[in-house]
């Protein structure tokens, strides 16, 4: 853990080609991102060593590291759930917080709801709208976005985009939860860091807890992905910059 900065940037342009590579924007420009309500917004978010952690507990799309989504309010905006509590962004600031690629791309991945569930955006949007300054959901704890209290809520990214839909779902879930798992996907052990994280704060880790993550969330078969703006590195990618 030695090696992790307190801002990193992962260069990724030494990264073989993949398959997704003909889906990658030629420049980073903004012209032509038609991004439409509801889509989502994944991405490799730059921060320090949580965010690190986070891309290296699962795989998303075609194996990218994400660690990070938001939803497009079709107006320039996005909503997202992130330190110290739910808020709009424009897609500047949101992207300005993207780690970039060996091209100076912005690693970021939007993603459509296919045609059947699109009739929900709306409402999924206005709860989402309700959600705002909501606090942060910095131990993941389960139980923080269930309250019917909200006023005792509090979210993470991917927790607040499946609700949302689940909500304009009639509480029917469109994303089913997943495990949560504090395990670096390579080596199995548990990150020393939520070690210490869940011992400072007196709680066990919430290992196979129903939760949410980006970057499964991007795997969805309820999702159609349309756009990556840059070439997102997969974890062996990134290790190998880190180390």
């Known amino acids: 853990m030695s090696t992790i900065k307190h801002e990193y940037l992962w260069s990724v342009s030494n ?5 997704f590579n003909m889906m990658i924007e030629q ?8 991004l439409k309500k509801g889509d989502l917004l994944f991405q490799l978010r730059k921060g320090g060593e949580l965010e690190w952690i986070i891309s290296r507990l699962f795989a998303g799309y075609s194996g990218m590291a994400l660690n990070h989504v938001a939803i497009s309010t ?3 905006e996005l909503v997202e759930a992130v330190m110290p509590r739910v808020q709009k962004t424009t897609l500047t600031q949101f992207i300005d917080k993207s780690v970039c690629d060996g091209l100076g791309r912005p690693c970021i991945l939007v993603a459509r709801l296919k045609s059947t569930w699109q009739p929900l955006v709306d409402e999924a949007l206005a709860f989402a709208d309700e959600q705002l300054h909501i606090p942060y959901n910095s131990d993941f704890s389960p139980d923080s976005h269930s309250q019917s209290d909200i006023s005792n809520r509090a979210w993470y990214c991917s927790a607040l985009v499946l609700e949302a839909f689940r909500t ?3 509480g029917k879930s469109v994303f089913p939860e997943t495990p949560m798992g504090f395990r670096d996907l390579e080596t199995g052990e548990v990150f020393p860091y939520w070690v210490e994280f869940y011992r400072k ?9 129903p939760g949410s993550h980006p970057a499964l969330l991007s795997c969805s078969d309820k999702l159609d992905v349309i756009k990556v703006m840059g070439q997102l590195p997969a974890r062996q990618a990134a ?3 880190l180390a």
């Open 15 to 19: 990264a073989p080609e993949d398959r």
């Open 27 to 34: 420049q980073n420009a903004l012209p032509g991102f038609d």
């Open 74 to 76: 079709g107006s320039g």
């Open 168 to 170: 304009a779902n009639q």
């Open 201 to 209: 704060i007196g709680q066990p880790i919430p290992e196979g807890e």
């Open 239 to 241: 290790n190998e910059q």
